[in-house]
């Protein structure tokens, strides 16, 4: 007995074994941290990612309108659907959340900014209005995991995990002339890109081609390249060119381009000076509904009349009594026009009439309008239908079921549903005759004289719906050739009448160079009618 406890004694077979005992602990506190530091990177790639698809959301709402800062809040907090697979702190529910902050601010969990410097990694100006809100910053709100192994080591909680993301909105605007106004409500002292404009809708706007650091001026806007022809070809063709441009950061194109006035025309069914007008052979279709205040010689094979004159000649111009407002008082029996050098100076009405300008525009070049730019969306809507339809006021609300009792009817308004009926257009087939002279509603230029022009299909843009960028010139001391123009806003707007001259001396109404439009309304992401203007936004990730 005693030898063998000895022998047991000096045995080491087992010496490894307390060895083995005392780094197992160590060994399985290294697999736990091991474990759990997955599982909270787990929960940090989760909550990132839910950030970045938040601030995406948000950002999709910047389009500078009423609301957008609570709309870009609700966005990141309610259409949020993440759960932190990886997170325990919660036993109702395991979703990722957004804090909803509906105000402009930059506090809290959804962060609102005027600009983001990419170079430098730095936010601009707090944004404070809908309308200078360009970028967002969301964070989730934070979760903590609460650990499985590493208690061993002696910590339970990962503490709050939380991830933020930076994004702003890309915009492009496709199938648009390069036309730009600037404001005409800023005023010279004006430093606020961002100063608003909001006429209403079927307002009149005269836009003047020319000076465009003039505010309430027409200009252009450089897409491929510069001169009046690329900006006649992008006027002009039905698919312009350049195809799509930026709608902020834009580059101006100065010039008073007479020329460029032709390509307007041409939407009216009026073809001037050949490949200067339309060059390179491009399209540049008529509106499939031309109506305007112009007549030709019927007698004459198209196209040898479809040019432009001032005076009584073949080719298209003023009728012989045309719409001579006297006042703003829309025309009657006993508000005739001022007399005109027509056959008939004491008649009350006009022998024929396209759409009328606002009766603020039509007394005159200057006129009485707002700095004689923005009318009030006063036009002689009775005359009209007098005059083209012979209906009264009761008669033609009944015919067409436009009702100003209801909504004031703008011209855009009855262009198009005189588009919609064309049995009672007065076109092609159904000519209204002055004189020898006939005014045409329908296209009359583009095909084989007297059955009729080619008319565009359904699938041919509106051409006389475009949009306008509004820019704040004094803002930006816009003077001449400028790059990086900052937009207030795209603008839908109509076209109303051809650009020509319109009467002489004191009776003179519009220059040559005058183009007028009504209003329609902001230039929504989607496109317009017939697909004339698309507007593409879209979201992106900033970090």
């Known amino acids: 007995m005693l030898r063998d406890l000895r022998r047991l004694a000096h045995n080491d077979g087992g010496a490894v074994a307390p060895t083995v005992a005392m780094s197992l602990v160590a060994l399985i506190a290294a697999g736990g941290i091991a474990f759990d530091y997955a599982r909270l990177a787990s929960l940090d790639t989760e909550l990132q990612g839910a950030a970045d698809q938040a601030a995406l959301a948000a950002a999709s709402q910047l389009d500078g309108q009423a609301g957008a800062c609570a709309r ?185 381009m007479i020329s460029v006035r032709a390509a307007f025309n041409t939407r009216f069914d009026i073809s001037e000076n050949g490949a200067t007008t339309c060059p390179d052979a491009g399209t540049c279709s008529p509106s499939r509904n031309s109506r305007k205040d112009l007549v030709r010689n019927r007698s004459v094979a198209a196209p040898g009349a479809c040019s432009i004159s001032q005076n009584t000649s073949d080719n298209w111009h003023e009728a012989s009594q045309p719409y001579r407002a006297r006042n703003t008082t829309p025309l009657s029996t006993s508000n005739p026009m001022i007399p005109a050098s027509g ?61 100003p009792a209801v909504k004031p009817v703008t011209r855009y308004d009855v262009y198009k549903w005189e588009m919609a009926n064309p049995a009672v257009l007065k076109g092609i087939n159904t000519p209204q005759d002055d004189d020898i002279y006939t005014a045409y509603s329908s296209p009359i230029c583009r095909g084989t004289f007297p059955t009729g022009g080619i008319t565009p299909g359904p699938g041919t843009p509106d051409r006389r719906r475009i949009s306008v960028a509004v820019v704040n010139c004094h803002a930006q001391n816009l003077k001449g050739h400028e790059t990086n123009v900052q937009v207030r806003k795209w603008m839908d707007v109509f076209l109303v009448e051809p650009a020509i001259q319109r009467g002489n001396g004191p009776n003179q109404r519009t220059t040559n160079g005058d183009i007028y439009v009504e209003t329609i309304g902001v230039t929504s992401s989607g496109g317009a009618a017939d697909n004339a203007v698309t507007r593409r936004d879209v979201p992106y990730l900033i970090r």
């Open 72 to 256: 870009a809040a609700a966005a990141a907090s309610d259409l949020l659907a993440n759960q932190t697979l990886n997170a325990n702190d919660a036993t109702a529910s395991r979703a990722i959340t957004v804090t909803n902050e509906s105000t402009c601010d930059a506090t809290g969990f959804v962060r609102f900014y005027t600009s983001y410097d990419s170079v430098n990694d730095t936010f601009g100006a707090e944004a404070t209005l809908d309308a200078d809100a360009r970028v967002v910053s969301v964070q989730v709100n934070p979760r903590e995991a609460i650990y499985a192994l590493t208690p061993v080591v002696g910590a339970f909680r990962s503490g709050g995990v939380n991830a933020r993301a930076v994004a702003s909105l890309g915009s492009a605007i496709c199938k648009v002339p390069p036309v730009m106004m600037c404001n005409p409500s800023e005023p010279a002292t004006n430093i606020d890109v961002n100063y608003d404009f909001n006429p209403a809708e079927g307002q009149g706007l005269r836009l003047v081609i020319g000076d465009p650091d003039a505010p309430g001026n027409f200009g252009f806007l450089r897409t491929d390249a510069a001169g009046a022809k690329q900006v006649a070809k992008e006027i002009g063709y039905d698919n312009p060119p350049a195809g799509c441009m930026a709608t902020n950061g834009v580059e101006t194109e100065p010039g008073n």
């Open 343 to 403: 056959p008939n100076p004491a008649v009350p009405y006009p022998s024929l009439m396209g759409y009328p300008r606002d009766m603020c525009h039509a007394l005159s070049v200057a006129g009485t309008c707002t700095n004689g730019i923005v009318g009030d969306g006063n036009w002689d809507i009775d005359a009209y239908f007098k005059v083209n339809y012979g209906l009264d006021h009761s008669a033609w609300v009944a015919q067409t079921l436009l009702d």
